[in-house]
């Protein structure tokens, strides 16, 4: 009785925050509720830190959409959800099962539930037996409104008297809604799993055991660790050769030549990424196994491990060029990218370097990889890039393309407006910008209080004032 109450609870709450409404804050309220009920309902949760983990994610999550209120805050948020949803049956899983799970979980939970019930709870018995109370309801008021539909027809003083009732107070759309609710809560605080997935996923093991070594064999791997050992010192040598020319590079001002500075950066983290993956793809098939455990490997280990390391100050040389390059000619999202895949590559030598110095498999690296995307995708949204990139190049930039800069969103609309008011002195398409203020102005008033966002509580009052085209008033 008291989980209906609570998912009957859960179901208006959320026709509350989202019927008629725009995503803001119904949706930090809403994962508040989801996480309540769900401890509430399945208290055996509170003690599964890969739940707890996932439930703080998703809180994090849509913190960002109620601050940031972007696309990719909304389209992460959704998927933490996911991720959230996954962590409540499956323990211990990887973020890719867990997002299986999840949509089987928020999709058909309570239906699993139902159809495999758990043995070990005891049934409760009741004094009434709701389910029949709730069929009986249906079917004879769905009755009543047939037959009094067809007396209607046969009678027309009966018939005047149905026509006259009014049933337009009942809105159909917020019962939907209501529905929906009730049918995410219910499924989200059921018991379900993909049981074959995330039981295979739980048990696969993530380190390698040392098998027995032949003198067959051992031939063999001394061949591999020999081919590895010279590819590598080959590799590290050409690295060493590359980082030295890339130092001389970063010496000689490169802000001078901005096209061929563009050309390093973005064919350079094409190149490196290539260069990466081929590398750690040669470095994986030879640790693949019993390399790991032969005796005259430690040359290879070292050359692989000075390998990472100069692969990491590489990274870090492209980093700071891509710095440079947007200090000097301003920020855009592809180099806002190339920052985020450097990430991923530096993330990748580390998961690399522990896959080899714990002598572990292939799943530890995808089980790794993965988890640490996904929590960078969540630190990523946390920032509203449009506004982010429109005041540093407004502010750090001599010559900033403001025409770029009105090709984003609206959410930048107030800084557009400030800069222009602040140089009436610079050419510059007034008219699009005062447009575009006018339309964060509209966004912004259009916010209730369940899709209020952090700018509408920081703005909440907005002067709107005409700016005029330079040319125009000479």
């Not at 890339?246 to 030549?257: F, K, M, S, T």
Request: charged share 15%; with cysteine; net charge positive.
């Amino acid at each position: 009785m008291k989980n209906s109450i609570i998912r009957c609870l859960g179901a208006i709450l959320f026709s509350l925050l989202f019927y008629g409404q725009s995503l803001g804050l119904n949706m930090l309220l809403f994962s508040i509720i989801s996480v309540v009920a769900v401890i509430i309902i399945r208290p055996e949760t509170k003690s599964n830190k890969s739940f707890l983990l996932a439930a703080g994610l998703y809180l994090l999550s849509t913190v960002f959409v109620f601050t940031v209120n972007s696309l990719l805050a909304i389209t992460t948020c959704i998927l933490a959800f996911i991720v959230f949803a996954g962590s409540i049956s499956g323990i211990k899983n990887a973020v890719y099962v867990q997002w299986l799970n999840g949509l089987y979980q928020s999709l058909l939970g309570a239906l699993h539930s139902t159809m495999n019930p758990n043995k070990d709870i005891p049934k409760v018995k009741s004094n009434h037996n709701y389910k029949f109370i709730i069929l009986t309801t249906a079917i004879v008021t769905t009755l009543v409104v047939v037959f009094a539909m067809l007396y209607g027809k046969a009678n027309p003083i009966l018939g005047e008297w149905i026509a006259a009732i009014n049933l337009d107070f009942i809105n159909f759309n917020w019962i939907l809604t209501t529905a929906m609710g009730y049918y995410l809560i219910i499924n989200l605080t059921s018991k379900a799993e993909l049981d074959v997935l995330t039981t295979i996923d739980r048990n696969a093991s993530t380190t390698l055991s040392e098998q027995p070594i032949s003198d067959i064999k051992a031939t063999t791997l001394n061949r591999e660790q020999l081919l590895g050992t010279i590819l590598l010192g080959a590799l590290n040598a050409l690295i060493i050769i590359f980082i030295t020319t890339d130092i001389w590079y970063i010496l000689h001002d490169p802000l001078a030549d901005a096209a061929t500075l563009s050309n390093t950066v973005h064919d350079g983290v094409s190149a490196l990424i290539t260069s990466i993956i081929i590398a750690i793809t040669t470095i994986l098939i030879l640790f693949r196994g019993d390399l790991n455990f032969y005796k005259k490997s430690e040359t290879l280990r070292r050359f692989t491990y000075v390998w990472i390391a100069l692969n990491i100050i590489i990274i870090l040389f492209t980093a700071y060029k891509n710095y440079m390059y947007s200090s000097g000619f301003g920020l855009t999202y592809k180099r806002i990218g190339v920052f985020i895949y450097l990430a991923l590559c530096i993330a990748g030598m580390i998961t690399t370097y522990v896959k080899i110095a714990r002598k572990l498999n292939l799943l530890f690296m995808l089980k790794a990889n993965t988890r640490t995307a996904f929590v960078l995708v969540i630190m990523i949204s946390s920032f509203s890039w449009d506004r982010v990139i429109t005041t540093y190049n407004l502010h750090e930039v001599a010559s900033p393309d403001v025409n770029y800069l009105l090709s984003m969103g609206s959410s930048n609309g107030d800084i557009l407006y400030a800069f222009a008011k602040a140089h009436p002195e610079k050419p510059m398409n007034r008219t699009s910008i005062q447009h575009r203020y006018e339309q964060w102005q509209t966004s912004l008033s259009e916010e209730t209080w369940q899709s209020k966002t952090l700018l509408g509580l920081l703005n909440p009052n907005t002067s709107t004032y005409e700016i005029t085209d330079t040319a125009a008033r000479n």
